[in-house]
C-alpha cells in the first residue's frame, strides 16, 4: 500500500515509484488529502489464487440446508463475481487430499463485506459434512470466479428457470439480479420443484421478490406431497403439459435454465456431459420444441 503523500512530497518520488510499479496498483488521489489509496475491492479475479474466508454465521435453512455467511477481508470488499457464476470451494483431508466443489452465492454480486452460500447436507458426499461441521470464525478456501453464463440484459423477452432442491442457487443469482435491474425487462419465470412445502430453499427470498416485482417475476412451487393446508403450489411433479401449457414457447425470444438433481436433469433436459460441456439436449424440453442453443445447463 502507498503511503500519504504531502503536497512538498510529490515533489520527490523515488524514481523506483515508475511506470511498472504504477501499474501494478490500482490507485486513486484524493484531491484534497493527496492520499493514494487501494481502488481493487474485488475478491475473486480469476488468478487462479485460493483465498481463506472466515464463517461470521450460519443460519439453518431447512432440516439438511445450511445459509452460511463467509466475512470478505474488508467490509467494503465485493465478491468480484459476475452474472451469473460460481466460486471454487476446497478443504485438505487428514490424508492431504484436495476436496473441491463448486457454489453459487445466494448473495447480492454488489453486496460488501460479506458472500452468502445456500449449501445441503449430502451424507455420502465429501465436501458438505465438513462444511456442516465448521463453527463461525472457522475458514474455508475459494478462488473464482467460475463463470457459467454471461447474461446481457434484455437479450430475451422472457426466460423460463427451472430448478429442484439445491439447484435453486443459480436461478436465484440470475431472478434476483434481473429483477431488480431497472434496465432489464426480461420476464422471469421460475418452476421450481422439492419433496414438501417445508423443503423449499430461499422461499421467503423468492416469495419478496414477487411481491416486489410482480411484473417481471412469477415463481411456481410443485411439491411431491404436502400436509399444509395454507400451501399455495402445485403438487405434483413438473410435468410436459404443464410446461407446454404454462411457459414461452420456443419459436419465442427465450431461453431456459435448469438446474437440479441428475433424475430432474435428466427428465428435462438431459444431463451436462462435464462441467464445460452442456451435452445433448434430451427429455422433455427437446419434446417441446427447444433446441440445444436455447436451453443451458448448470
Not at 427470498?205 to 411431491?224: I, M
Request: net charge positive; glycine share 6%; hydrophobic share 35%.
Amino acid at each position: 500500500m502507498l503511503g500519504r503523500l504531502t503536497r512538498q512530497q510529490t515533489k520527490f518520488v523515488p524514481i523506483a515509484l515508475g511506470a511498472a510499479a504504477v501499474a501494478a496498483t490500482a490507485f486513486y488521489l484524493n484531491k484534497k488529502n493527496f492520499i493514494i489509496k487501494n481502488d481493487s475491492k474485488k475478491v475473486f479475479v480469476g488468478d487462479n489464487q485460493w483465498i481463506d474466508l472466515s464463517i461470521e454465521k450460519i443460519i439453518d435453512e431447512s432440516h439438511d440446508t445450511k445459509k452460511f455467511i463467509f466475512k470478505l477481508p474488508t467490509e467494503d470488499s465485493v465478491s468480484g463475481l459476475t452474472l451469473a457464476s460460481a466460486v471454487l470451494a476446497k478443504f485438505v483431508t487428514p490424508k492431504g487430499s484436495n476436496v473441491i466443489r463448486p457454489y453459487t452465492p445466494v448473495s447480492d454480486l454488489n453486496e460488501k463485506g460479506v458472500i452468502e452460500f445456500v449449501i445441503k447436507h449430502y451424507d455420502t458426499g465429501k465436501m458438505t459434512p465438513h462444511l456442516f461441521s465448521l463453527k463461525p470464525n472457522d475458514t474455508v478456501s475459494f478462488k473464482g470466479p467460475i463463470k457459467k453464463w454471461q447474461w446481457q440484459p434484455n437479450s430475451f423477452d422472457s426466460i423460463t428457470l427451472l430448478g429442484a432442491g439445491s439447484g435453486i442457487t443459480p436461478l436465484y443469482q440470475l431472478a434476483h439480479h434481473i429483477a431488480q435491474n431497472p434496465n432489464d425487462n426480461t420476464k422471469v419465470k421460475l418452476l421450481y420443484g422439492n419433496k414438501t412445502p417445508q423443503d423449499i430453499l430461499l422461499k421467503k427470498e423468492l416469495d419478496s421478490l414477487h411481491e416486489k416485482y410482480p411484473q417481471k417475476f412469477e415463481v411456481v412451487y410443485f411439491v411431491d406431497k404436502s400436509d399444509n393446508k395454507d400451501f399455495k403450489g402445485q403438487i405434483g411433479y413438473i410435468t410436459k403439459d404443464y410446461l407446454q401449457s404454462n411457459i414461452s414457447k420456443a419459436n419465442e425470444k427465450t431461453q431456459v435454465f435448469v438446474c437440479g438433481p441428475p433424475p430432474f436433469m435428466k427428465v428435462n433436459s438431459g444431463e451436462k456431459a462435464g462441467p464445460t460441456d452442456q451435452g445433448e439436449l434430451t427429455g422433455t424440453l427437446k419434446e417441446l420444441g427447444f433446441t440445444k442453443e436455447q436451453v443451458f445447463k448448470f
